[in-house]
C-alpha cells in the first residue's frame, strides 16, 4: 500500500483540455483526483492554503506525489509567489515529489521564469532527479505579466504554456467580471498571440460560478474559438462540458481522416495538385486535419491508423 | 449443501422440501399452491368493529401466545404503531413466544429488540432488520433463526402458506369504522399502503389502525372492508416526517455526481433505452442523482418513459411533471413529495407487494422492468451482492425489493463508491450473500466500471457507445491496493437468520459473530 510510486516522464506536448486546482493540503481531494478524467491536476500550494498551512500543505504534497497512483493524469504544482517566504522550499518538495511540472503564480518577466528554473534544477540535483525533467508553466496575473507574455513564453525549454489567472488580473486591471468576456478580452488576445508565436500551449482562466453551467459553456465555446489548449477548472462537474467542446467531433474526425488519406495517396502517387473530393485543398489544411487527429487520438476518439 | 453462489446451507435447515438455491429463474412454469384465510362470517347487519384500544383490539381478534403477528413498515423511521402493538401483547397481555412476521424494522422498533432478549419474541421474518434488533439477532439472543426475505419473496411465502399470519395490525392514514383503509388523506399520511395489501387479504384476523376515522365508505381504498376484523383509532400511527431522510434532495457530492452520471450513460448505452422505457431507482445518494442525468439523455433523444416502478420519490414525480415519464407504479413512497402525489396524481398507481415482485404468482411489475439502479454494501467477484451485513458481519440492513428487481429487469446496475472509509466495497467475497451475482448486470463506481460476463451483450453496448469498463477483479485489486484486504470475520457456529432467495430456496447464512479481539 505504501510503495513509492515513480511517475512516468512528463511529457511537454501533451493533451491538456482540463486543469483541474485543488488544495494540496486536502487527503480527501487529492487522495483519487484523477478518477474525474480532468487531463492535469493542479495541486495548490498557494491560495488555497492558509498562511499558517503552507508546511502541512507541503508535506501533504510530498506525500501523495510520492504514495499515490495518478496513472496518465498530469500533475503539477502551484507553487507560492516569488515575492513570498515559501516558493524556493515549494519548489523542493514538489521536485522531490516527482511532479511533472511546476505552475509559477504571478509571473511577469523572463528572469522570473529563469529564477525557478535555476531552483528547479538545483532540486532535481540535490534530490536526484533526471535533470530537465520538471515542466515549467507560466499564470499571467497582472498587466506586466500579459505585456511580457511573448519573452515569458521564449525563456526556458521547459516551459509548455502559459495561463490567464483572471481573479488578480482584474484587480490590476481595475474590471469586474462581465457575461460577454469582454473585461479580459484583450488580454486572452494578447496572450494567445505570444503562445501561438512562440510555440507553447495557452489556457484561460477559471469559471467560478460553477453552478452557472450555461455562462459556463458559453465561455468555453469562445475559449475554444479563440485557439486556447484549455481552461482551468475548480469543480469535477466542469470536466465533461470542457471536453466535449474541445475534443473534435465525429464528423470532423471522419472528414479530416478522408483529407489525410486523400492527401497521402496523392503524394505518393507523385502528385503535385492536391484535390480532395473535387476541391483545391491547400496544404495547410492537411496539416490542420493532421492535428485534429492527434488530439482526436489523445482524446481517445480516433482510434485508427493515421 | 453448496448452493449456487458457493454458499454452504447446513442440512438441518433443508428439511420439509427446502432447497438451496440453484440459480435465477429456477422454479419458472412450475405451479404453487395457495392457501387461503380462516375468515368469520358476518351475515347481519353490524357496526361492531371499532375498538376503543389496541389491546381490545387484539382480545377481539383472539391474540394468544406462540402466534405470528405481521406489520408494514410504509412509516419507515416515523412508524409508531409496531413498537405500540408489540408493548400491548407483551407487556400490557403477557403474552410470549411471538413471531413477528413485518415487511421491514428498524429503528422505530427498539423495543422489540428488549422482548427478542427476554425471550418474549422468538421469531422475525423481515426484508430489514436494523438497529438495536439486528444487533441482538447477530448476538444469537432469538430463539430461532430470523428469515430475510425480499420484497417479492414475503408474498411469496405467505401466499404459499409457509408464513402464517394470526393478526395484522397495518397503520392507515384514513379508515372508516367498517375498514375501508387509505395510506393517504388522513392526518400522517404515508402514500401507497403496497406492502400492507397482501398482509390485509391472507391473515386470519386484521386489525386497521388509524388517527382518522373517516365517514363510511372511505374511498378508494387500499385495504378493503371484507378483508378487516376491528378497527382502532389511536392518536398517532406514525411520524410521516420520518419516511423520507433524504426528501428529493439531489447530491452536490462530485464523486456521487460523477457515478450517477456513469450510471446514466451505461443505461443510454443499452437497446432497452427508448421510447416507453421503464426505471427503478434506489433513493441511496448516486442513484438518486441519476435521475437528473437520465433526463438529459431522454431529452436528447426525445422519448419519454413508459412507467417508473418501485419505491417513489418526489423526483420521480418531478420528472412525470414535466412530462418525461407516463405513469408512476408505486409500491412505497419515499418522501413526503411522493405521499402528497400519490394522494392527488390520477396517473400515480398504488400496486401490492405480490403484484410488484412475488416470483410466484403469474407475472409481477418487476417483470416488465428495463433498468433498476441499486445500491450495496459490498459486491464481490462473482458479482453477488451484500445489502444485510455490515463489515463487523451484524445484521443492519434490508433486502427489500434489491432482488427481485435485479433478477427481473433487462439490466441491473450497482452503484457504488469503491471504498467506504477503510472498506472495500468490491471484494473477494461478499459476507452475505443477499442478491445473487447472476442476477446483476453492471457495477458502477467511482473508480470505473465493471460488467457481468454472463452479459456480453451490454459489453457490446458499452463498447460501441465507447464506455471505457473494467473486470470486476480489476475494481477488487484497486479497492485493496487503496484499503488493503480485511482480514476474514470471525464466526459461532450458531445460525441467526437465513437469507432466503426471492424463490424461496435458500441464498445464504448468517451466523453469530464473535467479538474481534487483535491478535
Redesign the interface.
Given at each position: 500500500?505504501t510503495q513509492h510510486v515513480t511517475r512516468p516522464k512528463p511529457e511537454k506536448n501533451r493533451l491538456r483540455r482540463t486543469m483541474m486546482f485543488m488544495n494540496a493540503q486536502k487527503p480527501g481531494l487529492i487522495k483519487?483526483a484523477y478518477?474525474?478524467g480532468a487531463d492535469t491536476i493542479m495541486l495548490d500550494l498557494e491560495d488555497a492554503v492558509a498562511e499558517s498551512q503552507k508546511d502541512a500543505a507541503r508535506f501533504s504534497l510530498y506525500h501523495a506525489l510520492t504514495t499515490i497512483d495518478y496513472g496518465d493524469t498530469e500533475v503539477l504544482v502551484r507553487i507560492n509567489g516569488l515575492d513570498t517566504p515559501h516558493w524556493q522550499e515549494d519548489i523542493r518538495v514538489a521536485v522531490a515529489g516527482g511532479a511533472d511540472g511546476i505552475r509559477i503564480a504571478k509571473c511577469e518577466s523572463a528572469q522570473d521564469v529563469k529564477t525557478v528554473e535555476e531552483h528547479i534544477l538545483m532540486a532535481e540535483r540535490e534530490f536526484g532527479i533526471e535533470e530537465g525533467r520538471t515542466l515549467i508553466m507560466a499564470a499571467l496575473e497582472s498587466a506586466r505579466g500579459v505585456v511580457n507574455a511573448y519573452e515569458i513564453c521564449t525563456a526556458s525549454d521547459r516551459l509548455f504554456g502559459v495561463a490567464l489567472a483572471g481573479g488578480d488580473f482584474r484587480k490590476d486591471m481595475r474590471v469586474k467580471v462581465t457575461e460577454s468576456g469582454i473585461d479580459i478580452m484583450v488580454a486572452r488576445g494578447m496572450m494567445l498571440l505570444a503562445a501561438r508565436a512562440a510555440g507553447v500551449q495557452c489556457f484561460d482562466t477559471n469559471f467560478a460560478d460553477f453552478k452557472n453551467m450555461e455562462g459556463f459553456e458559453n465561455e468555453v465555446r469562445q475559449n475554444h474559438q479563440m485557439g486556447f489548449d484549455g481552461k482551468s477548472i475548480i469543480?469535477?462537474?466542469q470536466i465533461?462540458l470542457v471536453h466535449q467542446v474541445f475534443t473534435p467531433s465525429a464528423k470532423e474526425v471522419d472528414h479530416a481522416e478522408r483529407l489525410v488519406r486523400a492527401y497521402n495517396e496523392q503524394a505518393s502517387a507523385g502528385v503535385g495538385v492536391f484535390t480532395f473530393e473535387g476541391k483545391m485543398v491547400d496544404i495547410a489544411h492537411v496539416r490542420d486535419a493532421q492535428d485534429l487527429l492527434k488530439l482526436a487520438k489523445a482524446s481517445?476518439?480516433y482510434h485508427g491508423d493515421l | 449443501m453448496i448452493n449456487a453462489v458457493g454458499r454452504d446451507i447446513p442440512e438441518e435447515l433443508l428439511a420439509d422440501g427446502k432447497e438451496v438455491y440453484q440459480g435465477k429463474n429456477h422454479f419458472d412454469g412450475t405451479y404453487v399452491q395457495k392457501v387461503a384465510p380462516k375468515t368469520r362470517r358476518c351475515e347481519t347487519p353490524q357496526d361492531g368493529k371499532l375498538c376503543a384500544t389496541i389491546r381490545e383490539a387484539c382480545e377481539r381478534c383472539g391474540a394468544h401466545d406462540g402466534m405470528t403477528v405481521s406489520f408494514h413498515h410504509h412509516f419507515r423511521n416515523g412508524d409508531k404503531t409496531a413498537a405500540a402493538v408489540m408493548k400491548v401483547l407483551v407487556e400490557d397481555m403477557g403474552l410470549k413466544d411471538i413471531t413477528i412476521a413485518a415487511t421491514s424494522l428498524g429503528d422505530a422498533h427498539n423495543n422489540v429488540a428488549d422482548y427478542i432478549e427476554q425471550g418474549k419474541v422468538i421469531g422475525i421474518q423481515s426484508s430489514g432488520v436494523r438497529g438495536r434488533i439486528g444487533e441482538v439477532i447477530s448476538a444469537g439472543k432469538l430463539k430461532t433463526p430470523a428469515i430475510i426475505r425480499s420484497h417479492g419473496g414475503r408474498p411469496r411465502a405467505i401466499e404459499a402458506g409457509e408464513v402464517h399470519i394470526d393478526i395484522a395490525f397495518l397503520a392507515a392514514a384514513t379508515a372508516d369504522e367498517c375498514g375501508n383503509a387509505s395510506g393517504t388523506g388522513g392526518k400522517s399520511n404515508c402514500g401507497s399502503l403496497g406492502y400492507a395489501i397482501g398482509d390485509s387479504r391472507w391473515a386470519d384476523k386484521v386489525v386497521v389502525i388509524t388517527d382518522t376515522l373517516v365517514d363510511y365508505p372511505n374511498q378508494p381504498a387500499s385495504i378493503s372492508q371484507i378483508d378487516v376484523d376491528a378497527v382502532v383509532v389511536v392518536d398517532e400511527i406514525g411520524d410521516p416526517a420520518k419516511i423520507g431522510s433524504k426528501e428529493a434532495r439531489v447530491s452536490q457530492d462530485p464523486r456521487e455526481l460523477k457515478m450517477a452520471e456513469a450510471v446514466a450513460d451505461v443505461i443510454a448505452a443499452t437497446p432497452y433505452f427508448k421510447d416507453g422505457f421503464s426505471f427503478q431507482t434506489g433513493v441511496g445518494g448516486p442513484s438518486l442523482a441519476a435521475n437528473q442525468f437520465i433526463e438529459k439523455h431522454m431529452e436528447e433523444r426525445g422519448i419519454k418513459m413508459g412507467f417508473s416502478l418501485g419505491g417513489i420519490t418526489g423526483l420521480v414525480c418531478n420528472l412525470q411533471k414535466k412530462g418525461l415519464i407516463k405513469k408512476i407504479v408505486d409500491v412505497q413512497d419515499f418522501d413526503n413529495n411522493a405521499v402528497a402525489d400519490m394522494g392527488e396524481n390520477p396517473q400515480h398507481f398504488e400496486i401490492s407487494a405480490s403484484e410488484y415482485a412475488n416470483p410466484a404468482n403469474k407475472g409481477a411489475y418487476v417483470n416488465k422492468l428495463d433498468f433498476v439502479v441499486l445500491a450495496a454494501l459490498e459486491v464481490d467477484t462473482d458479482f453477488n451482492v451484500n445489502v444485510i451485513t455490515g463489515s463487523d458481519g451484524v445484521v443492519r440492513g434490508a433486502p427489500g425489493g434489491h432482488p427481485d428487481t435485479a433478477a427481473a429487469s433487462k439490466c441491473s446496475i450497482i452503484v457504488t463508491p469503491l471504498t467506504r472509509g477503510r472498506m472495500a466495497t468490491v471484494c473477494e467475497k461478499v459476507v452475505t450473500v443477499t442478491t445473487p451475482g447472476d442476477c446483476v448486470d453492471v457495477v458502477v463506481t467511482d473508480y470505473g466500471i465493471a460488467v457481468n460476463p454472463l452479459r456480453p451483450d451490454l459489453i457490446e453496448c458499452l463498447d460501441n457507445a465507447g464506455i471505457p469498463h473494467v473486470t470486476i477483479e480489476e475494481l477488487k485489486d484497486k479497492a485493496y491496493q487503496l484499503v488493503g484486504e480485511p482480514d476474514p470475520l470471525q464466526w459461532d457456529d450458531q445460525v441467526v437468520a437465513v437469507v432466503e432467495a426471492r424463490d424461496g430456496s435458500i441464498l445464504d447464512v448468517i451466523r453469530k459473530i464473535k467479538p474481534y479481539t487483535f491478535e
Open positions: 500500500m483519487d478518477i474525474y469543480n469535477p462537474r465533461r481517445g476518439v | -
